[in-house]
């Protein structure tokens, strides 16, 4: 590294003689870069996390392309009177049709919903049964006609005292008949048991990813619901446009509020950190130096507060800027993992600026001039940088070997942003000191005592054999129970609550929810055989697994006849039930279901598809029209759980029918599932790998075996106090704080670095000289990558909570260990004369 440095030197030389070049130079570069960097937007989407070849991934884009994803705004009305519901949805129709949009030059919607058209389905319930649901029609009426000629028969004797079994059969065959009939003949209009709520759907014409537009949107409807006074049409009425649209905009509201929240506290507290230690440090140099080159007074101190955060600042910012620029060319959108790091970029990237302009400092209060100063600190410091910075870049680097996108790109940024942080604090931070220094921004006075006291003169590390004991045996007794180490799979406690939301899903009650079938997986075939093929896969599968996660699985091909030969089938299955029902043994069989019976089995000519109700249709219909070939299968648990999706992706990610043909389910918790699997089995890789290479470089770094074991225990011990304090504070692992890991070791393997670089510079006993010089840099570097990280602590998504926590309290114990541990190991390898450069 050494080496590389030399071939570098010149760049420090440019950055003395022509500093205004090369600091407007990087600005002009900087400027240029935030126009691109400005353009990037984030993308919430769950599938935009895996690789676009993932089977998964393609099922659902299949899906999307061929079915659709309308996500509908809906407007909720609630009040005692269903009759005065009704008139303000007939009220608000055509008004909310006609809301016109100058901006896409367009009406906001282009269709709603709201009645339903039930008397053709009722007309036609046996007509859209399935086969199996019509035989056990015919068994149970063939079984009641039985008994009713029974029970007619003057001679027949009931031996038994009852027919418990036989009635329980037949009550189930019915309870079934019963749900599917409700499942299929909603009520007339959209409404909860109580029919107190009221549910209008409205069909957005633009884009949902365009948040300008959905926003517009809930505002027009607020208003126009606002200039219709719901409380006209019944004191207690209450009308809220909301629904799952709104949430995907409180989502993506909530994490742009979260950027610029952690954003604005996190850098205002390095800010604020940076500048009352480099101002407390020159006050203290400048003191130092004789009384009679004290020229200025305090005041002129404070005033020139600024200065340090401008001279680490400004290359800082140039280097984000183009970190983003690149970030956008190379990707074009941000994640919700990758969506916070300018601000943690801001934390780690101002270390290597904090050490440079430190020990910079240093040099100049020893007496050195400005160019053998920054030399000099080049020289020195600028190697224990380069081992620092490419160390903690290769650590985020080698995510970008991960399938998983919440990896590989949260390792390419925040990789790329280290790198660029590197080189601006080392070939543009120069010219800003040189500029400043020109101007006497920089108040300097030469020290008439040394830094540090001389080699020999120190005094030994205390209590050494104490804290490595201790600090030992905490790890031992971590180690002892990593199995309360758990990894969080319930997405909810992940995800962020809305109160607005909430207020919404109560207001809305338990409209279409009856059922029990939410969340369906798709599967996509081409013709209609495939459908059967698979509908029966699925359910051998579910048949033969005692513990299926599957509840129900449907497609419009069991229903709907496809064909003349499959409609004059199915009207001769109705007219058996027909003739069932007009037996005269019949006649007084009585009941609501009968009822439904007699009017289903008046059918004689087959449906067609254009007289299949909306509502229904839209199910089986896809965008061109067409039915589609696509069989929907319900889960029986609930998929907020991790582990009940990846259950569910298990058993019908991937279906094999009998004759050789595989298929892929699609839909967003399958996505979820898989994503959750692969983050789990690349995290101990990419921590491996990380860990490898952060070995590797730190040899190269030293050349040396044993100092590089020396400088690399902190984080091994840290790391291991941070599993500690998880156990002890209830943390746990999840989808978000993982990506954490390789980046604390990255983080963390710094400081150790740093003080074992210094260490063997300043020579034997030094150690304690060391910790009040360098020891004092890496404790400010760490407390401003921290601060960066704490910003997170102030959102509202728990996830990005959770990588704040996780972040805050790794890097704080690699520091911890690195002041303690490290120190103590090195005076008890001095005690014992081990110590060897």
Same mark, same amino acid.
């Given at each position: 590294?050494?080496?590389?440095?030399?071939?570098?030197?010149?760049?420090?030389?440019?950055?003395?003689?022509?500093?205004?070049?090369?600091?407007?130079?990087?600005?002009?570069?900087?400027?240029?870069?935030?126009?691109?960097?400005?353009?990037?937007?984030?993308?919430?989407?769950?599938?935009?996390?895996?690789?676009?070849?993932?089977?998964?991934?393609?099922?659902?884009?299949?899906?999307?392309?061929?079915?659709?994803?309308?996500?509908?705004?809906?407007?909720?009305?609630?009040?005692?009177?269903?009759?005065?519901?009704?008139?303000?949805?007939?009220?608000?129709?055509?008004?909310?049709?006609?809301?016109?949009?100058?901006?896409?030059?367009?009406?906001?919607?282009?269709?709603?919903?709201?009645?339903?058209?039930?008397?053709?389905?009722?007309?036609?319930?046996?007509?859209?049964?399935?086969?199996?649901?019509?035989?056990?029609?015919?068994?149970?009426?063939?079984?009641?006609?039985?008994?009713?000629?029974?029970?007619?028969?003057?001679?027949?004797?009931?031996?038994?005292?009852?027919?418990?079994?036989?009635?329980?059969?037949?009550?189930?065959?019915?309870?079934?008949?019963?749900?599917?009939?409700?499942?299929?003949?909603?009520?007339?209009?959209?409404?909860?048991?109580?029919?107190?709520?009221?549910?209008?759907?409205?069909?957005?014409?633009?884009?949902?990813?365009?948040?300008?537009?959905?926003?517009?949107?809930?505002?027009?409807?607020?208003?126009?619901?606002?200039?219709?006074?719901?409380?006209?049409?019944?004191?207690?009425?209450?009308?809220?446009?909301?629904?799952?649209?709104?949430?995907?905009?409180?989502?993506?509201?909530?994490?742009?509020?979260?950027?610029?929240?952690?954003?604005?506290?996190?850098?205002?507290?390095?800010?604020?950190?940076?500048?009352?230690?480099?101002?407390?440090?020159?006050?203290?140099?400048?003191?130092?130096?004789?009384?009679?080159?004290?020229?200025?007074?305090?005041?002129?101190?404070?005033?020139?507060?600024?200065?340090?955060?401008?001279?680490?600042?400004?290359?800082?910012?140039?280097?984000?800027?183009?970190?983003?620029?690149?970030?956008?060319?190379?990707?074009?959108?941000?994640?919700?993992?990758?969506?916070?790091?300018?601000?943690?970029?801001?934390?780690?990237?101002?270390?290597?600026?904090?050490?440079?302009?430190?020990?910079?400092?240093?040099?100049?209060?020893?007496?050195?001039?400005?160019?053998?100063?920054?030399?000099?600190?080049?020289?020195?410091?600028?190697?224990?940088?380069?081992?620092?910075?490419?160390?903690?870049?290769?650590?985020?680097?080698?995510?970008?070997?991960?399938?998983?996108?919440?990896?590989?790109?949260?390792?390419?940024?925040?990789?790329?942003?280290?790198?660029?942080?590197?080189?601006?604090?080392?070939?543009?931070?120069?010219?800003?000191?040189?500029?400043?220094?020109?101007?006497?921004?920089?108040?300097?006075?030469?020290?008439?005592?040394?830094?540090?006291?001389?080699?020999?003169?120190?005094?030994?590390?205390?209590?050494?054999?104490?804290?490595?004991?201790?600090?030992?045996?905490?790890?031992?007794?971590?180690?002892?129970?990593?199995?309360?180490?758990? /990894?969080?799979? !319930?997405?909810? *406690?992940?995800?962020?609550?809305?109160? =607005?939301?909430? +207020?919404? $899903? #109560? %207001?809305?009650? @338990?409209?279409?929810?009856?059922?029990?079938?939410?969340?369906?997986?798709?599967?996509?075939?081409?013709?209609?055989?495939?459908?059967?093929?698979?509908?029966?896969?699925?359910?051998?599968?579910?048949?033969?697994?005692?513990?299926?996660?599957?509840?129900?699985?449907?497609?419009?091909?069991?229903? /709907?006849?496809? !064909?003349?030969? *499959?409609?004059?089938?199915?009207?001769? =299955?109705?007219? +058996?039930? $027909? #003739? %069932?029902?007009? @037996?005269?043994?019949?006649?007084?069989?009585?009941?609501?279901?009968?009822?439904?019976?007699?009017?289903?089995?008046?059918?004689?000519?087959?449906?067609?598809?254009?007289?299949?109700?909306?509502?229904?249709?839209?199910?089986?219909?896809?965008?061109?029209?067409?039915?589609?070939?696509?069989?929907?299968?319900?889960?029986?648990?609930?998929?907020?759980?991790?582990?009940?999706?990846?259950?569910?992706?298990?058993?019908?990610?991937?279906?094999?029918?009998?004759?050789?043909?595989?298929?892929?389910?699609?839909?967003?918790?399958?996505?979820?599932?898989?994503?959750?699997?692969?983050?789990?089995?690349?995290?101990?890789?990419?921590?491996?790998?990380?860990?490898?290479?952060?070995?590797?470089?730190?040899?190269?770094?030293?050349?040396?075996?044993?100092?590089?074991?020396?400088?690399?225990?902190?984080?091994?011990?840290?790391?291991?106090?941070?599993?500690?304090?998880?156990?002890?504070?209830?943390?746990?692992?999840?989808?978000?704080?993982?990506?954490?890991?390789?980046?604390?070791?990255?983080?963390?393997?710094?400081?150790?670095?740093?003080?074992?670089?210094?260490?063997?510079?300043?020579?034997?006993?030094?150690?304690?000289?060391?910790?009040?010089?360098?020891?004092?840099?890496?404790?400010?570097?760490?407390?401003?990558?921290?601060?960066?990280?704490?910003?997170?602590?102030?959102?509202?998504?728990?996830?990005?909570?959770?990588?704040?926590?996780?972040?805050?309290?790794?890097?704080?114990?690699?520091?911890?260990?690195?002041?303690?541990?490290?120190?103590?190991?090195?005076?008890?390898?001095?005690?014992?004369?081990?110590?060897?450069?």
């Amino acid at each position: 590294m050494r080496t590389l440095l030399a071939l570098l030197r010149p760049l420090v030389m440019i950055n003395y003689r022509y500093p205004f070049a090369v600091l407007s130079l990087s600005i002009l570069i900087a400027i240029g870069a935030g126009f691109y960097a400005t353009r990037l937007v984030i993308d919430t989407d769950l599938a935009s996390l895996l690789p676009d070849h993932y089977d998964s991934v393609q099922a659902l884009e299949r899906l999307r392309d061929t079915v659709g994803g309308e996500t509908p705004l809906e407007v909720t009305i609630n009040s005692p009177d269903f009759e005065a519901n009704k008139a303000f949805a007939e009220a608000l129709i055509p008004r909310a049709m006609e809301l016109y949009y100058p901006r896409l030059d367009d009406n906001f919607v282009n269709r709603y919903e709201y009645r339903r058209d039930v008397e053709v389905l009722k007309d036609y319930a046996l007509y859209l049964s399935t086969e199996d649901e019509i035989g056990q029609v015919i068994d149970f009426l063939e079984e009641r006609l039985e008994q009713a000629r029974l029970e007619a028969n003057p001679f027949f004797i009931d031996f038994e005292d009852d027919f418990d079994d036989e009635e329980e059969e037949e009550d189930e065959r019915l309870r079934e008949f019963e749900q599917m009939y409700h499942e299929l003949i909603p009520s007339e209009y959209p409404v909860n048991q109580d029919s107190s709520s009221l549910v209008l759907s409205f069909f957005p014409t633009g884009a949902q990813s365009d948040l300008t537009y959905i926003s517009d949107l809930f505002e027009a409807f607020g208003e126009l619901i606002a200039e219709m006074d719901p409380a006209s049409y019944h004191p207690e009425m209450v009308a809220v446009a909301g629904g799952r649209l709104e949430r995907h905009l409180m989502e993506l509201d909530s994490i742009i509020r979260d950027v610029v929240t952690s954003f604005g506290s996190g850098i205002t507290a390095v800010i604020l950190l940076v500048g009352f230690y480099f101002m407390i440090k020159l006050i203290i140099n400048y003191r130092r130096g004789h009384f009679r080159h004290r020229r200025h007074s305090l005041f002129d101190h404070l005033i020139r507060f600024p200065v340090p955060i401008m001279v680490i600042g400004i290359p800082l910012l140039i280097s984000l800027s183009i970190t983003f620029a690149i970030a956008y060319f190379a990707l074009g959108t941000l994640n919700t993992m990758t969506s916070v790091l300018f601000v943690i970029l801001f934390g780690l990237g101002i270390d290597y600026g904090i050490h440079f302009y430190a020990r910079y400092l240093e040099k100049r209060s020893a007496g050195e001039n400005v160019r053998s100063a920054l030399f000099q600190t080049y020289d020195s410091t600028g190697a224990a940088i380069m081992t620092s910075a490419t160390t903690t870049a290769v650590a985020l680097f080698v995510l970008m070997i991960a399938d998983f996108r919440g990896f590989s790109e949260f390792g390419f940024i925040s990789g790329t942003g280290i790198v660029l942080a590197y080189l601006s604090m080392l070939f543009v931070l120069p010219a800003i000191i040189v500029i400043f220094e020109r101007y006497r921004l920089i108040l300097i006075n030469k020290n008439l005592y040394p830094i540090h006291t001389k080699s020999g003169e120190a005094a030994p590390f205390p209590f050494a054999r104490t804290i490595f004991i201790a600090g030992t045996f905490i790890v031992a007794l971590v180690l002892f129970n990593t199995d309360k180490l758990y /990894f969080e799979y !319930n997405f909810g *406690e992940l995800e962020p609550e809305f109160p =607005k939301y909430v +207020e919404y $899903r #109560e %207001l809305r009650g @338990d409209i279409d929810q009856a059922t029990g079938r939410r969340n369906p997986a798709y599967i996509l075939a081409d013709t209609d055989e495939e459908v059967r093929l698979i509908l029966q896969t699925i359910r051998e599968k579910k048949k033969n697994n005692l513990e299926t996660t599957i509840l129900a699985v449907e497609a419009l091909q069991e229903r /709907f006849p496809v !064909n003349q030969a *499959e409609e004059d089938i199915k009207l001769a =299955k109705i007219a +058996e039930i $027909r #003739e %069932l029902l007009n @037996d005269p043994f019949m006649q007084d069989v009585e009941g609501e279901y009968i009822d439904i019976l007699q009017r289903a089995s008046r059918v004689r000519e087959p449906l067609s598809v254009d007289d299949v109700p909306d509502f229904l249709k839209n199910r089986f219909v896809t965008r061109d029209g067409e039915i589609g070939r696509f069989v929907m299968v319900y889960p029986a648990v609930g998929l907020s759980d991790g582990r009940n999706s990846i259950a569910f992706k298990n058993e019908i990610g991937v279906i094999e029918t009998s004759d050789g043909r595989t298929y892929h389910a699609a839909s967003t918790s399958i996505v979820a599932a898989e994503m959750l699997e692969l983050m789990r089995d690349e995290s101990p890789y990419m921590v491996a790998a990380t860990f490898i290479m952060i070995f590797i470089l730190v040899y190269v770094g030293f050349r040396s075996f044993r100092w590089t074991i020396i400088a690399m225990l902190p984080l091994l011990i840290g790391l291991s106090w941070t599993f500690g304090a998880m156990i002890m504070l209830g943390l746990s692992f999840n989808m978000y704080n993982l990506v954490v890991l390789p980046a604390i070791l990255g983080i963390g393997n710094d400081n150790g670095v740093h003080l074992a670089s210094r260490y063997r510079e300043e020579g034997r006993k030094s150690m304690s000289a060391v910790l009040k010089s360098t020891g004092q840099h890496i404790t400010i570097g760490s407390f401003t990558t921290m601060l960066g990280f704490a910003g997170l602590l102030l959102t509202n998504h728990p996830g990005l909570t959770s990588i704040g926590v996780l972040a805050v309290v790794g890097i704080g114990l690699t520091l911890f260990s690195a002041l303690t541990y490290l120190p103590s190991l090195v005076q008890l390898l001095e005690n014992k004369g081990w110590i060897r450069f």
